[in-house]
């Protein structure tokens, strides 16, 4: 389970300020967060994977007191317990397609390629029909195959939490479904917690819980290019 309380957060410049007074997530379950950009939803994602601290509160992922961890501390935590999905997609433009699935192997020692990882990578480029592309660049995909290569990276280690941040933003309507049912399939899968920001409700059926976001936040003030609060 995930259990947020009197979380708080703010950018330098005070136009932005999130507070949380208690949320949780169950774990196994999916929640799907709607909102305006600028709601905080980005930036709650992020605070329950440890990449930002909060300025106060507490932020627990199941035996992990996310709050108290030190830098190091938190990126272990999320390297083995967190697969995350980013808008920017955050690939490696010198890496072709599968390596770039298997990049989490490549970021600690505790994790390495393996014949069964590699098989995965694969298995899971073909459910989202990109098995033709693992040797090709990244550099050559357009964003909607981009977007599915980083949902295929953040399920190779069977993570107990997947975050994913606008998903589906890039893709048609077809393949949006595609991609949830992939995401809620495997999360089911593994038991693992999925929590999703979207602007598409025609998608919200499909989860068990729906959280409107902007009632968490104080002020607006800052979007997604001046502060990365969506």
């Known amino acids: 389970m995930i259990l947020i309380q009197h979380l708080t957060f ?14 949780t997530f169950e774990s196994g379950r999916s929640t799907v967060i709607v909102g305006p950009s600028g709601s905080g939803k980005t930036t709650l994602l992020n605070l329950i994977a440890g990449i930002l601290p909060g300025a106060g509160g507490e932020v627990n992922v199941g035996e992990f007191k996310v709050h108290g961890l030190d830098e190091n501390a938190r990126r272990l935590f999320r390297l083995r317990n967190v697969g995350q999905v980013f808008q920017d997609f955050q690939l490696i433009d010198y890496l072709n397609v599968l390596d770039n699935v298997l990049l989490p ?11 069964q990882l590699r098989e995965r990578g694969r298995s899971l480029l073909q459910s989202v029909e990109m098995s033709a592309f693992e040797h ?21 280690l069977s993570p107990r939490i997947v975050l994913a941040d606008e998903p589906t933003g890039n893709l048609d309507p077809v393949n949006a479904e595609r991609i949830v049912e992939l995401l809620l399939s495997e ?30 936040l104080e002020r607006r003030g800052v979007d997604k290019a001046s502060g990365g609060a969506s």
């Open 10 to 23: 703010s950018y330098g410049d005070g136009t932005f300020r999130l507070r949380i007074p208690e949320l």
């Open 105 to 115: 192997c490549r970021i600690h020692p505790s994790v390495s390629v393996t014949k």
């Open 136 to 156: 090709r660049s990244v550099t050559q995909l357009s964003q909607g195959e981009r977007q599915r290569v980083a949902i295929c990276r953040a399920l190779l």
């Open 187 to 216: 999360t089911e899968r593994s038991g693992a917690t999925l929590i999703m920001v979207t602007h598409d409700h025609s998608l919200l059926k499909y989860f068990d819980r729906v959280i409107p976001f902007e009632q968490f």
